[in-house]
């Protein structure tokens, strides 16, 4: 019953560092996508993938890459931290077709500090 | 613009009191509506979701309704108990075939014994 797993759950960067954070998804959705989180706001699309080779852009997508190579998988690289990109940061997966596609299942989140 | 108001912002109620979250939406055309529900520190968990045609759906002490017309829902929480403490989030999906979708920037819900 793993779900959606998000490592690392805490992480602190410098200005200008580089790190990806891992999402993984065990349910065999198609779908999976990136948010942000900040403080009295609600959730913002990054970037979303609807299959293994497939991404593209959501509402916030500049300063971060992703890449699909498994349907398993999609981390989230930040090329340049940058302190407005602190902030908690979830992966959510869903199935593409049927009801099911609209119930969207979230990671635990990661939290990051960028100094 | 698509766009989702939740209020109250913040609540604050005793245990075992009910309470009612409200949702405004002008996302168009709708496909459909989530409620969510977030614990500090963790990810949000789907309570509820309802399409055009529902007008109500339960899941335990957790009620929503839509009204379509109107554009509004609402979560009416029963009997309420310390651990419904937490964030509610409501959710608009698009009804295009590219329907993304929109999230509401929650309620804050504390239940005090």
């Known amino acids: 019953n793993a779900g959606v797993t998000q490592t690392p759950k805490f992480q602190v960067l410098k200005t200008g560092q580089s790190m990806t954070l891992q999402c993984a998804q065990d349910?065999?959705?198609?779908?999976m996508s990136w948010y942000r989180q900040d403080p009295g706001m609600g959730l913002r699309l990054i970037h979303y993938s609807v299959g293994a080779g497939i991404t593209d852009q959501g509402e916030v997508p500049n300063g971060y890459n992703v890449s699909r190579s498994t349907t398993e998988d999609f981390p989230l690289r930040l090329l340049s931290a940058a302190p407005s990109q602190t902030s908690v940061y979830f992966c959510?997966?869903?199935?593409?077709?049927?009801?099911?596609?609209?119930?969207?299942?979230f990671g635990a989140g990661t939290r990051l500090s960028v100094l | 613009k698509n766009q989702v108001e939740q209020s109250p912002q913040s609540l604050i109620i005793l245990e075992g009191k009910n309470c009612t979250l409200q949702c405004n939406y002008t996302v168009s055309p709708f496909s459909n509506l989530r409620w969510y529900k977030q614990d500090t520190g963790r990810g949000p968990v789907s309570l509820t979701i309802?399409?055009?045609?529902?007008n109500t759906k339960s899941n335990g002490r957790y009620t929503a309704t839509l009204d379509a017309d109107t554009k509004q829902s609402s979560l009416h929480i029963t009997a309420s108990q310390l651990s419904d403490s937490a964030s509610y989030i409501c959710?608009?999906?698009?009804?295009?075939?590219?329907?993304?979708?929109?999230f509401g920037d929650g309620t804050t819900l504390t239940v005090k014994p």
């Open positions: 959510a997966s869903s199935r593409t077709s049927g009801i099911a596609k609209n119930i969207q299942y």
């Open positions: 959710v608009v999906r698009g009804g295009t075939n590219a329907g993304k979708s929109t």
């Open positions: 349910m065999n959705h198609e779908y």
């Open positions: 309802m399409t055009f045609s529902e």
